[in-house]
């Protein structure tokens, strides 16, 4: 097997935990808000909400992956590969209501000393690993906060998660929340990754029928 530096794998996808709104108490306090009234609708007790992050090693080099505010970091190389629109497309139009989806290389994630649970070993399978660090540009970049899927799941940080790891052969079951934990957006992604592969599945190529070049 490739190994990297000292003996680790050459390939380890990781997932980290991280508090909503950690290292900012308004972002916190307005989650626990939003939980406290979506709990209440849904007749059942508040979680904690978790939002999360990627990293992924191939050999030496390190990857961060993650869904961030565009005003956040202001690291110039920070591998920012994809933008979207905040609350609504209209909104979007400002930086001030964009996100960024980065993969870094050689990153850092902000306030990974909050991470809760500790890190998760999701894999070391190289082709996907590989596969998954391909796919992140080509992640939906669908409204943050919004349902535009209608599948009762607003997209987010979570989404970007769950659709990298399900698109790329990942076992998202294997994947464990902390104690008394929510992670919202997560079955967005789930969703947007399930209709990427059904019209994989219907397109011509997938039932070996050569399109004509006239036609693409």
């Given at each position: 097997m490739l190994t990297g530096p000292k003996g680790s794998p050459a390939a380890n996808v990781t997932l980290y935990w991280l508090p909503l709104g950690a290292g900012g108490q308004s972002v916190r306090w307005n989650g626990r808000v939003f939980e406290a009234l979506v709990?209440?609708?849904?007749?059942?007790p508040a979680c904690d909400l978790y939002h999360s992050a990627?990293?992924?090693?191939?050999g030496g080099d390190l990857f961060v992956i993650e869904m961030t505010p565009?005003?956040?970091?202001?690291?110039?190389?920070r591998g920012v590969v994809l933008e979207g629109p905040v609350g609504s497309r209209w909104l979007g139009r400002s930086a001030l209501f964009r996100y960024e989806?980065?993969?870094?290389?050689?990153?850092?994630?902000?306030?990974?000393?909050?991470?809760?649970?500790?890190?998760q070993q999701v894999s070391h399978d190289l082709a996907r690993a590989q596969e998954l660090l391909q796919l992140v540009p080509r992640v939906p970049a669908l409204t943050w906060g919004r349902d535009e899927l209608h599948v009762g799941d607003m997209w987010n940080s979570n989404s970007l998660t769950s659709w990298l790891l399900a698109s790329s052969g990942h076992a998202?079951?294997?994947?464990e929340?902390?104690?008394?934990?929510?992670?919202?957006?997560?079955?967005?992604?789930?969703?947007?990754?399930?209709?990427?592969?059904?019209?994989?599945?219907s397109s011509p190529a997938a039932c070996g029928i050569r399109v004509p070049s006239s036609r693409l």
């Open positions: 709990a209440r609708h849904q007749h059942r990627l990293e992924v090693r191939l565009v005003w956040g970091e202001g690291a110039a190389d989806v980065r993969r870094w290389r050689d990153g850092v994630i902000p306030d990974i000393g909050e991470a809760v649970a500790g890190p998202e079951d294997s994947i929340l902390p104690a008394h934990g929510r992670a919202p957006g997560w079955n967005a992604g789930l969703a947007a990754a399930a209709r990427r592969s059904a019209a994989a599945l």
